[in-house]
Nanobody, 123 residues
Framework: QVKLVESGGGLVQAGGSLRLTCAAS????????MAWFRQAPGKEREFVGV????????YYADSVNGRFTISRDNAKNTMTLHMNNLKPEDTAVYYC????????????????WGQGTSVTVSS
């Protein structure tokens, strides 16, 4: 059983920065792709970014491209989302997800999810 745990959410003013971390444990599968999604109140879950096992493939949603950066440390089984120049519209619960190596933008392609961490950006 794969367990994903997000941390690092909180309240920040517009223009500020936050760093979210996803820690994987349990029966982690070989070479997983990992992604971040977010869900704002009353909205559907949306793709934020994805990173391949070897970090050679990185994709970001247009809304965060240039402001957010994803990295991973496979030795520590962690993935990090660096968020800069945050905007009020970035307010959401952020989820970490993993699958068996498929670099995908759809949440349906991911088998394992964390419980989410809340990010609130005040104007």
């Amino acid at each position: 059983q794969v367990k994903l745990v997000e941390s690092g959410g909180g309240l920040v003013q517009a223009g500020g920065s936050l760093r979210l971390t996803c820690a994987a444990s349990g029966s982690t599968f070989d070479r997983p792709a990992m992604a971040w999604f977010r869900q704002a109140p009353g909205k559907e879950r949306e793709f934020v970014g994805v990173i391949s096992w070897d970090a050679l493939l990185l994709y970001y949603a247009d809304s965060v491209n240039g402001r957010f950066t994803i990295s991973r440390d496979n030795a520590k089984n962690t993935m990090t989302l660096h968020m800069n120049n945050l905007k009020p519209e970035d307010t959401a619960v952020y989820y970490c997800a993993a699958n068996r190596g498929v670099v995908a933008l759809s949440p349906q392609e991911y088998d394992h999810w964390g419980q989410g961490t809340s990010v609130t950006v005040s104007s």
